[in-house]
């Protein structure tokens, strides 16, 4: 006698992935912001950016930091692509 699995679907807590309407609306708002912003820079890391008030480089500048590197979504990578886009602009983390 074989016994037979039965597979527990796990729905995701994200909103982004449990509702692609929400997500539609997401990508497309941070697809008006990205050319703000470093070629290349992941969309987890815009969301981040744009639920934090940031739309572009000016004000990314008035941001420390490190309340930056806090936000969800925005990683080791993402991190220095802006650090490096901020010195190409003239432009650094509040201090």
């Known amino acids: 006698m074989s016994t037979k699995r039965t597979a527990k679907t796990k729905r995701s807590k994200c909103e ?4 692609p309407t929400l997500r539609r609306r997401s990508d497309a708002k941070t697809a008006q912001i990205a050319p703000n912003f470093p070629k290349g820079l992941a969309r987890p890391a815009l969301r981040a950016l744009l639920s934090a008030g940031v739309a572009d480089l000016k004000q990314l500048s008035r941001m420390r930091e490190a309340d930056v590197a806090a936000l969800h979504g925005i990683g080791p990578n993402a991190l220095e692509r802006l650090r490096e886009a901020l ?7 509040r201090r």
């Open 16 to 19: 982004l992935v449990a509702k």
């Open 87 to 93: 010195h190409a602009a003239g432009l650094c983390f």
